[in-house]
């Protein structure tokens, strides 16, 4: 595949809701977008990058620097034979793991569609939808998290997550899990705790959650050590995997029992497939994690979700529950709990260029 250009937006699309972390709230979900063309045809991804380094350390200017003077020529007017050619060439590029994603995942689009198959085919995944579930933002009150969790739960969602931080942590799930006695319920505090907070930590324990999902620093696998070893619930870990080395460096000290895998966190589908592939062999389950992202983000995150250990709901829920309007022609929607994967070749999605210039804020087109 010879890749002729490129060209890099940076798009910001309104959500419905405010989405509230412990790390801030987000009321729009801005991104880099990226298409690469090649051969007649194209291929699109986001970066999972935000405006702040709030998640992890990477962003949007910073990314949009790398790609454009470093990653970006590197790779284009030149022939890949394959994704693991291309990021072999970029083994020299440190971290950035959200930068590089945005790449490699535009080739895979461009690479299935130009071999004319599902990006699931070509990954090898197993299922044509995958099982979901949402993770719900902190609300202005328990009762209003409750009313959310059961109406999403009506609608079919395999598991409930709530965003906790210290002080909105062990009522609010008390609250859901009363409601919700058989649904899988779980909590993210994306790195709001520390092992000063093992009182909380333990109370959380005991109200049958399924897992505990990054609840210490995002760069700190060893006090996750400690953690699980005083916890039943397993722990998760999101912020603090970047690569598959991490990965089975987590699983080999127990720092968690699970991994939330992100393919725009990990550095790619390559990656993420490792990741996978890890987890497996500690007889770790998987599920795909998601950044509020748009169809095109979606759709990945669907097709990498269809590998055989994603056996947990991930967070890939339908797209009408984050945007009036979405930058892609296709609906992403799920039904009993369930996401089809989109047909078609490559991600089996098409921009809606026309509603993408209205949204876009930065444009640079990229050449060899
Ligand atoms: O930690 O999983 C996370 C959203 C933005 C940043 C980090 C996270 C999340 C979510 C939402 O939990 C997942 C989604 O609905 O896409
Ligand atoms: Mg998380």
């Not at 062990?170 to 779980?186: G, N, S």
Request: net charge negative; charged share 20%.
């Amino acid at each position: 595949m010879h890749l002729d250009r490129a060209e890099l937006r940076v798009v910001s699309l309104p959500l419905l809701k405010p989405f509230r972390t412990s790390f801030g709230v987000m009321t729009d979900k801005n991104f880099v977008l990226l298409r690469l063309f090649g051969e007649g045809l194209e291929g699109v991804a986001e970066g999972v990058m935000d405006l702040r380094p709030d998640f992890r350390e990477e962003t949007i200017s910073g990314a949009l620097a790398l790609l454009q003077d470093t990653v970006l020529p590197a790779v284009l007017g030149h022939d890949w034979v394959n994704p693991e050619q291309l990021m072999r060439h970029l083994t020299g590029i440190r971290g950035n793991r959200m930068a590089l994603a945005t790449v490699e995942m535009a080739f895979w689009d461009l690479w299935s569609r130009s071999l004319g198959q599902p990006l699931s085919a070509v990954l090898g995944g197993v299922r044509d939808a995958v099982p979901v579930g949402v993770s719900l933002g902190i609300q202005a009150s328990v009762e209003a998290t409750v009313d959310s969790a059961v109406s999403h739960a009506e609608q079919g969602y395999r598991r409930i997550k709530l965003k906790i931080q210290p002080g909105w942590d062990v009522d609010v799930v008390r609250a859901v899990k009363a409601a919700l006695p058989d649904t899988p319920v779980t909590v993210d505090a994306n790195a709001a705790y520390s092992l000063a907070n093992l009182n909380t930590l333990r109370e959380l324990d005991t109200l049958g959650l399924d897992y505990i999902e990054q609840p210490l620093a995002w760069n700190d696998m060893r006090d996750h050590v400690k953690l699980q070893a005083l916890m039943n619930t397993p722990l998760c870990l999101d912020e603090c995997i970047t690569t598959a080395q991490d990965a089975r460096k987590a699983l080999e000290t127990a720092a968690c029992r699970l991994v939330n895998i992100k393919v725009g966190r990990v550095g790619g589908h390559l990656e993420a497939r490792r990741v996978h592939d890890v987890a497996a062999a500690f007889s770790a389950p998987v599920w795909c994690g998601g950044m509020l992202e748009s169809g095109v983000g979606r759709a990945h995150n669907i097709h990498l979700a269809t590998l055989e250990n994603f056996t947990k709901p991930g967070d890939t829920s339908s797209s009408s529950r984050y945007w009036a309007r979405d930058l892609i022609h296709e609906a992403l929607e799920t039904s009993g709990g369930m996401m089809p994967v989109p047909a078609g070749h490559g991600i089996g999605v098409t921009l809606d260029l026309p509603f993408l210039e209205t949204i876009t804020q930065q444009k640079f087109e990229v050449g060899p």
